[in-house]
């Protein structure tokens, strides 16, 4: 265990929920999912790619099909996997309107000579899909972060209007590599949840992280899965 004085810039730490720090070089678990984060995003250890039980049951039920008259990491969806589709988009509709928050839909193409969009763009990487229409450079959106920001700056927004809070199950595209696609779990072409809040102040900022965060957690216990925030 260590203390806040002992915190260096570019280390990685793990805090428990009682509030204790420790060198994630030395810390020690028995939580197995723990475990493998730590060993990929600490020791940078390479991660064993077997094929998951989930992609034998895609075909076996007819849910989903690679195309291959499309690039790698695009699914089809057939008839039973369309409607688990379906209802897993109202599921999740469902559940943000319980947050009051506004469902939206916006573009999924912008151009990477404006500003913002370049800036953006660069935190990303190399994993976009680029478009490129006469001598104009447009990618695919891997986020809803562009359209939802794009939108909120035509408005003009007063204390009263806030906390605000717009979500979007962004149709999103990432160029992920081929060696790294993996049936539902890793693909290129994906339906993303995508949720910003504008907030008043910090507190505010704090009450609706918390909020948010207990949600995750809640709703992904009803499946039996744990989350861990890095």
């Known amino acids: 265990m260590i203390g806040l004085e002992d915190v260096k810039i570019g280390m990685h730490y793990i805090l428990t929920p009682d509030g204790l720090l420790y060198d994630a070089r030395e810390y020690e678990t028995d939580d197995e999912g723990l475990k493998s984060l730590i060993r990929k995003e600490v020791f940078k250890e390479a991660i064993d790619y077997r094929e998951s039980p989930h992609i034998k049951l895609l075909k076996k039920l007819k849910l989903a099909d690679n195309e291959p008259y499309t690039d790698a ?20 509709l469902n559940v943000v309107r ?33 478009v490129k229409p006469a001598k104009r450079e447009f990618i695919l959106r891997y986020a809803a972060c562009f359209g939802q920001f794009a939108l909120l700056r035509r408005y003009y927004l007063s204390e009263t209007d806030l906390p605000l809070k717009i979500f979007e199950l962004a149709d999103s595209y990432r160029y992920e590599q081929r060696g790294e696609i993996k049936g539902l779990a890793r693909v290129r072409r994906f ?29 992904g216990a009803k499946f039996g899965w744990k989350y861990y925030s890095l």
């Open 73 to 92: 990491g695009h699914l089809t969806y057939l008839p039973r996997g369309a409607l688990i589709l379906d209802l897993l988009m109202d599921y999740a």
């Open 98 to 130: 319980r947050l009051d928050a506004l469902p939206v839909h916006t573009s999924i193409m912008y151009d990477l000579n404006i500003g913002p969009i370049k800036e953006h763009a660069k935190l990303f990487g190399q994993r976009m899909y680029k």
């Open 191 to 219: 339906y993303m949840p995508d949720m910003h809040v504008i907030a008043k102040d910090l507190q505010e900022a704090m009450n609706e992280f918390i909020n948010l965060y207990n949600v995750i957690i809640e709703e």
